[in-house]
């Protein structure tokens, strides 16, 4: 990697998995901050709640687990999507889940600029993502 990205944000309720992530994107060093949540409520605060014009909180890229108690997935994805073009057009989201289930693939496919990637995250997904999604940044 050349270019790292600013901020990544890691949503995940299995402690493993959000353990497995950040110790891979560390060694990747792909980014420059990563910030992990168990919740999709807090990090959608975090993210664009009361700091809707801080540049900072603003990640690149948005990893988001489907199942998760609480706020879903899907239910994150919903208020994503409700953001402002210019807002969602400054972060990516990529969904990371253990979930083939055509119903899931569909529903997410409803959001045109959200990535579906299948767990466990690897180096070889990770690059796949970043030369489709952040060129100019690798």
């Known amino acids: 990697m050349t270019d790292a990205l600013n901020h990544i944000v890691l ?8 353990f497995l ?8 060093g792909v980014a420059r901050q990563v910030s992990s ?7 959608l605060e975090f993210l664009w709640g009361g700091q809707a014009g801080d540049e ?8 988001v687990d489907l199942k ?3 706020m879903s997935g899907f239910d994150f994805l919903e208020r994503y999507s409700q953001l402002s073009p210019k807002a969602q057009a400054r972060t990516v989201v990529a969904v990371l889940t253990t979930s083939m289930h055509g119903a899931d693939t569909a529903r997410v496919a409803q959001y045109p600029n959200v990535e579906y990637l299948t767990k466990p ?3 070889e997904k990770m690059q ?6 952040f ?3 690798t």
């Open 121 to 123: 995250l690897t180096e």
């Open 21 to 28: 992530n950040n110790r891979l994107l560390s060694r990747l």
């Open 11 to 18: 949503i995940e309720d299995n402690e493993t998995t959000s």
């Open 37 to 43: 949540f168990s919740k999709a409520d807090e990090a």
């Open 128 to 133: 796949r993502l970043l030369a489709k999604r």
């Open 56 to 63: 900072q909180a603003v990640p690149d890229l948005v990893f």
């Open 68 to 70: 998760m108690p609480g």
């Open 135 to 137: 060129a100019a940044a």
